[in-house]
């Protein structure tokens, strides 16, 4: 969707290093939530953020909603193998009635 | 609680065909969702329901109906099976914001091939 983008679409990483991923609203969020999805399997929920600024972690997987409450990022420290996947960002909008969208998704691979 | 659940699992259908994909939730969940998703993409809403007899269109609804007769139930069907329709289909529920729990909850999604 044009009101919700991701960055990057694919990413290859050596273990090890720390990576970002982006997602930018073109309106404000209500709430924006991020999850996992290994290759062929469903969704595994990460964290959801809804307060500007908020700072959330997971293990080594921490994300942060900007002041604004337009852009997310999501951050990995030392990914390891089992990092390997696809991250989607959704996002809950004011006045939409429940309608919740979803980012293209950022593929990311971990080389051992 | 079992969750969201889905059935089937696959599909293999002939263009033209029809046929219904069945979702539940057990959680009392008032939002429920239809998502597709193509190989190496992310997800696209098809419909989505704010609680029983309400529906409404998501950014993919052409050629789906869906249906909320009761909190628990939300079919997606498709008319006039196309091969665009060849996806995985996910659905999804999460309670009101005003609850304080703010996780979506997903089923295990169902792989459709239309031939």
């Known amino acids: 969707s044009q009101e919700l983008e991701q960055s990057p679409q694919s990413l290859i990483v050596q273990e090890g290093k720390n990576l970002t991923i982006n997602c930018t609203s073109s309106?404000?969020?209500?709430?924006l939530y991020w999850y996992k999805q290994k290759y062929g399997e469903g969704l595994i929920f990460l964290m959801m953020l809804q307060k500007g600024g908020e700072e959330k972690s997971h293990e080594k997987i921490t994300a942060k909603l900007d002041e604004k409450k337009q852009q997310s990022s999501l951050h990995i420290t030392a990914s390891q193998p089992s990092h390997a996947g696809i991250y989607l960002c959704?996002?809950?909008?004011?006045?939409?009635?429940?309608?919740?969208?979803f980012g293209q998704g950022t593929e990311l691979s971990v080389k051992p | 609680n079992a969750g969201v659940t889905q059935t089937p699992k696959f599909r293999i259908l002939k263009i033209g065909q029809s046929m219904t994909l069945q979702c539940t939730q057990d959680?009392?969940?008032?939002?429920m969702y239809w998502y597709r998703q193509d190989p190496g993409m992310g997800l696209k809403l098809i419909y989505y329901s704010v609680g029983a007899g309400i529906t409404d269109k998501g950014e993919v609804p052409n050629g789906y109906n869906v249906s909320r007769s009761t909190t628990e139930d939300f079919p997606l069907r498709l008319e006039l099976a196309a091969p665009s329709q060849t996806s995985v289909y996910f659905c999804?529920?999460?309670?009101?914001?005003?609850?304080?729990?703010?996780?979506?909850?997903f089923g295990p999604g169902t792989r459709l091939t239309v031939l």
């Open positions: 959704g996002a809950d909008y004011y006045n939409q009635g429940g309608k919740l969208i």
């Open positions: 959680m009392n969940h008032n939002y």
């Open positions: 309106k404000t969020l209500y709430g």
């Open positions: 999804a529920s999460r309670p009101p914001r005003t609850s304080g729990f703010n996780e979506q909850f």
